[in-house]
């Protein structure tokens, strides 16, 4: 039991502690108690009265055995003491439960006065039952060599402290948690390293966790063989509780570790967010089970007494000082020197009194019984005196030493690179801060510059300790230097600084015979974090070195590399405004990062779903970009409601940023509400820590070059892979494989395309099939060829029968087959094999042929999937009596792509995000726990970020996303932001797996739309008990962008009592899709055709888009003649495969050439893409009560039409057959 301090006052200031409401700041009993709690079947109310009945006496020995337990402390530096405390003498007094209390009173045994002296065995009895200790220090007067912080001048001579004492030997409770502890440690540094490379978007994050995961699994091996047979040794408890405790850890270890073999083996570069998830509970598991419920060892206080008051304190827990031979086993502060933070008792250590320490001890501390007394020396810093105490350590009755005295010490010299920090607490009413910092080793400190009105100061600064006193052996000095203390104040005009935070670090020690050189030396600036109290404050980029002075010239001149020349600047010293202190010394060139000039382009695109502030809605916000203590505003939005969108959407900011990635600063992104009489409220932020994934490097005429000579001698290498052809439209016959020429030119050229290129490229509508043929093979003909005729003129006596469902069941089919091709091929691939279609710089040279469903560049990235389709279509073949499969002809029939997952997950699209991304805004305390910080989301900011150096290279080969002179911005060409009417097409064919939600094991689902603040309900047309339903739906919204741009589409449980339950939702943005160059407004048809099945759904022909798209970037119309399209410099050469192969021209031909073009749009070079092609996405369903568990899966698609253009004919019909 902890509570007060046990002085008896009257008044106790610190009374709330014994009521629990606190930390205690004293020892105050122990209980020996026992708790049963039963169950009882009886409803009736009993009573709450508390009876009190007597009991048989206890015998405490059965329940353990008491042991004389031995506590050492070796204080080898007290600093950094308050100035309050340094006018009158102080103490240190060390206590471990009452043992050691010299102020509060230790009750002794009355036995102790009435033994005779001459009894000796009973003499010697008595004192091995009693305590003993000297467990204060003499009082010293502190002292200062600059009135800031005090300190007691110990130097030489070390005072020493130990306590004697019995307690019960409860060691194995202490033991078994020190275990977890070091497990759960060092899972958790893993845990931090991964996310560390997934913050800087580094590769093998899978292997490190792979690597986490096998030695939390080793360690979990490791505990069951120390722990399996020591619940019956010495020191383990007899309580019913400990045996079924160490059952239950036994167990939970046991599992975790199969648990983490089993993860290990299930990550994947696609489940690795949710591995790394289930690592964290991991984590928390071993967390919740390393407190022991019942207690070792009281915990070891630390006490500051200042003319005879308790003024500061620190509270040990004495596991964290128990000794044991086994290394697991012992605390993580055993047998080392510890730094320790003094602070205040009671109320007085929260808030901004708590914040700052009253005292810095070094202290060495060691804690175990007194038949291990020998080991407490180990691991006392070297350099001491051998004293007769210290000989004697291993008797068991000898006393320690009471001062270590050290012979051995050096002179060194410190320096302090200081550059900057970032992030840092606002102090002032603007939010900003005028930042310095103080840096302390030892009894010495020194003070930088202050850096007005800023979070990001860069004080660039080097600070010069001459001459500091460091004992012990050098090699240990080396290998565990001086702690450093770095404290950020902010300066108030009045009053006294504020202080902001707090940084430890450790410097890097040079001795007399170590070369000033590289890779050792110079020290490299580092990161350190800045805390205030245990909340993050910011950090702190610096480093230091330590340089060790020689004995005869204690100025080293000569032996010291050289300080750079001093500023122009001259510093003022903080205590008083006339006091000169000397010139400012940068950081030196070798140290300090390499600046170099760069722009920061902002597309201010808009602002989305932003919560009240203070209960009154944001009406006005604006965006302000933060970097390196640059701000970059947008414009005003002046009415959020009406349109959230920026109206300057491109703004930039030239600034110097350092060329290494980890010198970079941060990059901010705030949104503020500008409201009447010029206030200004903070509605949420976003912090971006790393801005290298925005940052953009040029490709230059000479890295081309290069490029351009592997690529041959990579080609001179294989010289029998030759680029395969592409078809007009991107289907290929397996049974008709065509060759492609393609005939460069390389004499032609012109500023948008550097070379000229001629394509040729084959249709057949009647032997279409999707089949994935990856770009290695070449493509050979075959079988009998049918006269090809104009979309108008086809004559199928079968295409009266086909209808929607048709096309979908031979989709599915032909996925299938692409799946077994694909394996087929992975099969028969030889891995050595030159693959064209990934060799970079290859579209500026080569129009590459690669085959999909639906036109797209190959990869196999969209094979997986096909068991899946397979059930899925023969469950849809089952609901559909009259629908079976299309067994003939299928490849006489137009296909679309199916998506295994959502459209924007394809990584040929790249999440529609070239224009806009997301950035959410945050307000309020950061917990760390994902749910949480969830709700911490007030709003999101989109829009997009460039980060490059600045002029960019005048040979510069690159192209923006439009294909135009990054010279100019990359963000040429962005979309017009004002507001503008959607209309909008939901397609919903089918649920599949959908999670059961009544009793029977079934549902009865239903489809509910919502965009923006219109809702669609489909509940009348429920399908009744059904986990595999087939809807069948078009639902029409008409929508305004920006105000209506996230679709919500829900499916929901319809029960006859009560309100129906969500099964599970998806998301969709289509304003994203709406602005997206790959044109994902309304998928590309594999042929054009206006009637039957496959009718073109798009208001907007194929040569009105070809047209547009040409348009947009700025090319030439496209030159329709007898079977070839030309644009620009590049000839397009459509051929036919009828028996004679010449083309034939018939009506709607242009339409057909048009389709083939837009097919290759992504061969084009500079503005060419991949366009969405007719298709199926498949969309997981989440509930948001559930995070991260599928509830199920939505097979659907989009179309999206401008209302300002013509408007589509009739929806497409999918209804099910009858």
């Known amino acids: 039991m902890y509570g007060s301090t046990r002085d008896y006052s009257l008044l106790d200031e610190n009374y709330s502690l014994n009521t629990g409401l606190g930390e205690g700041v004293s020892y105050r009993a122990r209980l020996l108690i026992a708790i049963r709690t039963e169950i009882t079947d009886n409803i009736d109310i009993v009573p709450s009265e508390v009876e009190v009945e007597s009991t048989f006496p206890v015998v405490e020995h059965s329940y353990g055995k008491n042991e004389e337990f031995f506590l050492f402390g070796t204080i080898l530096e007290a600093t950094m003491i308050d100035k309050r405390l340094g006018e009158k003498p102080v103490f240190l007094e060390m206590s471990i439960g009452n043992a050691g209390n010299t102020l509060d009173g230790y009750n002794q045994p009355s036995q102790e006065n009435a033994e005779s002296e001459t009894e000796e065995p009973q003499l010697e009895m008595v004192t091995s039952e009693l305590v003993s200790w000297q467990s204060t220090t003499s009082p010293v007067k502190p002292m200062t060599h600059d009135r800031t912080y005090y300190f007691l001048p110990f130097w030489d001579d070390k005072p020493c402290v130990h306590v004697r004492s019995n307690w019960p030997d409860y060691r194995r409770r202490m033991y078994n948690s020190n275990i977890l502890a070091k497990m759960s440690a060092k899972l958790e540094e893993g845990l931090q390293e991964v996310q560390s490379l997934i913050d800087c978007d580094l590769p093998e994050t899978e292997k490190k966790l792979k690597s986490v995961l096998d030695e939390l699994a080793n360690d979990c091996n490791k505990y069951n063989s120390l722990t399996r047979n020591a619940g019956s040794g010495p020191g383990s408890g007899k309580t019913k509780l400990d045996k079924e405790r160490n059952k239950m850890c036994l167990r939970e270890i046991e599992h975790l570790g199969s648990m983490a073999k089993n993860l290990k083996a299930l990550v994947t570069k696609h489940s690795f967010k949710e591995r790394l998830k289930t690592s964290h509970t991991y984590l928390q598991k071993l967390k919740d089970i390393i407190e022991d419920p019942q207690h070792g060892l009281p915990d070891v206080f630390i006490w500051l007494i200042n003319h005879g008051k308790r003024t500061a304190y620190q509270r040990i827990p004495a596991r964290e000082l128990i000794f044991s031979i086994v290394e697991e086993e012992c605390g993580r502060y055993c047998s080392k020197v510890n730094t320790l933070f003094l602070k205040l008792p009671g109320k007085k250590s929260m808030g901004p009194n708590g914040w700052t320490i009253q005292a810095k001890l070094q202290m060495y501390l060691w804690l175990g019984l007194v038949k291990h007394k020998k080991y407490f020396v180990n691991g006392i810093p070297k350099g001491y005196e051998m004293s007769h105490e210290i000989r004697n350590a291993e008797r068991p009755r000898a006393l320690p030493p009471s001062v270590i005295h050290y012979s051995e010490k050096y002179s060194f010299q410190l320096r302090a690179y200081m550059y900057q920090a970032r992030s840092l607490i606002g102090s002032d009413a603007s939010g900003l801060s005028d930042p310095f910092a103080r840096v302390l080793i030892g009894e010495y400190c020194k003070t930088t510059q202050v850096i007005d009105e800023t979070l990001s100061p860069t004080w660039d600064e080097t600070l010069v300790f001459e001459e500091i006193l460091v004992y012990g052996i050098r090699d240990e000095i080396q ?308 006269r090809k005729v104009s979309a108008d003129e086809i004559d199928d006596e079968d295409d009266d029968s086909r209808d929607w469902w048709s096309k979908y069941f031979a989709s599915i089919e032909a996925t299938i087959e692409e799946g077994k091709e694909a394996r087929r091929e992975k099969q028969l691939e030889n891995p050595s094999t030159l693959s064209l279609s990934t060799t970079p710089g290859l579209e500026d040279h080569h129009t590459t042929a690669g085959v999909g469903v639906a036109g797209h560049p190959p990869g196999g990235g969209h094979m997986s999937g096909a068991k899946k389709f397979h059930s899925a279509a023969k469950l849809v073949s089952k609901l559909s009596p009259k629908g079976g499969r299309p067994t003939k002809n299928n490849s006489k029939m137009a296909k679309m792509k199916i998506y295994t997952s959502e459209l924007e997950n394809q990584p040929e699209f790249n999440g529609f995000r070239e224009w806009l991304l997301p950035f959410d805004l945050y307000r309020g305390k950061k917990t760390g726990d994902e749910e949480e910080d969830d709700n911490r989301v007030v709003g999101t900011f989109k829009g997009s970020i460039k980060v490059y150096k600045w002029p960019l290279p005048k040979d510069i080969e690159d192209h923006t996303i439009m294909g135009f002179d990054p010279q100019y911005g990359f963000f040429q060409g962005v979309p017009n932001n004002d507001p503008i009417h959607v209309l909008v097409r939901v397609y919903v064919i089918k649920g599949t797996d959908l999670h059961p939600m009544d009793l029977n094991g079934k549902a009865d689902p239903y489809v509910v739309l919502q965009l923006g603040s219109k809702r669609i309900s489909d509940k009348e047309n429920y399908v009744s008990k059904q986990l595999n339903p087939v809807f069948g739906k078009c639902f029409e919204i008409e929508a305004t962008f920006p105000q209506d741009s996230m679709l919500t589409i829900q499916v929901l449980d319809w029960d006859l009592v009560g309100s129906d339950d969500l099964i599970g939702e998806t998301r969709i943005d289509l304003e994203n899709r709406f602005y997206s160059r790959h044109r994902a407004t309304c998928g590309i048809s594999s042929r054009y055709e206006d009637q039957g099945y496959n009718r073109w759904r798009d208001p907007m022909k194929p040569t009105q888009i070809l047209a547009r798209l040409c348009k947009d970037a700025k090319m030439d119309m496209p030159q329709y003649s007898n079977g070839k399209v030309k644009i620009g410099k590049k000839t397009f050469h459509v051929e036919s495969c009828d028996e004679s192969g010449d083309w034939v021209f018939s009506k709607g031909a242009e339409e057909h050439m048009a389709l083939a073009v837009l097919h290759n749009w992504h061969t084009f070079p500079r503005v060419g893409c991949t366009l969405v092609p007719e298709h199926i996405e498949t969309r997981p369903l989440y509930n948001p009560d559930k995070p991260g568990i599928e509830q199920g899966k939505l097979e659907m698609w989009v179309d999206l039409y401008p209302m300002d253009m013509p408007l589509p004919g009739a929806p497409i019909d999918i209804a099910p057959r009858k």
């Open 479 to 786: 290998a565990d230097p001086p702690v450093i203390i770095i404290e950020i104040f902010d300066q108030d005009k009045v009053g006294k600084s504020e202080f902001i935070g707090r940084a430890m670090a450790k410097p890097l020690v040079k001795l007399l015979e170590d070369p000033y050189t590289k890779p050792k030396f110079p020290a490299s600036l580092e990161w350190y974090p800045v805390h205030r109290g245990s909340e993050p404050a910011g950090e702190l980029l610096a480093t230091f070195e330590l340089f060790q002075l020689p004995p005869n010239n204690r100025s080293g001149a000569g032996e010291l590399p050289d300080l750079p020349d001093p500023k122009e600047l001259y510093m003022v010293s903080q205590l008083g405004p006339e006091q000169y202190i000397g010139p400012i010394l940068p950081v030196p060139e070798g140290i300090r990062p390499t600046l170099a000039r760069y722009r920061i382009e902002v597309l201010f695109w808009g602002l989305r779903d932003l919560k009240r502030v203070h209960f009154m809605s944001v009406d006005k916000p604006r965006v302000d970009i933060e970097c390196a203590g640059h701000i970059l505003y947008s414009s005003v939005i002046q009415n959020a409601k009406k349109n959230p969108n920026f109206s300057t959407p491109v703004k930039f900011l030239e600034l110097e940023l350092p060329e290494q990635e980890l010198y970079r600063p941060p990059l901010t992104i705030r949104v503020v509400d500008c409201r009447s009489f010029g206030r200004f409220t903070l509605v949420g932020t976003h912090m971006i820590n790393s801005i290298h994934r925005y940052m953009y490097i040029p490709w230059t005429r000479r890295d081309k070059e290069q490029q351009e000579e592997k690529t041959r001698a990579a080609l001179n290498g294989h010289a029998n892979i030759g680029p395969p052809g592409l078809p007009c439209n991107g289907f290929i016959d397996p049974s008709e494989k065509h060759k492609m020429d393609i005939h460069i030119s390389a004499t032609e050229k012109s500023p948008l395309l550097p070379t000229s290129q001629d394509t040729v490229i084959t249709m057949n509508y009647f032997t279409l099939q999707g089949c994935g043929l990856s770009r290695q093979r070449s493509l050979k003909s075959g079988g009998k060829k049918r």
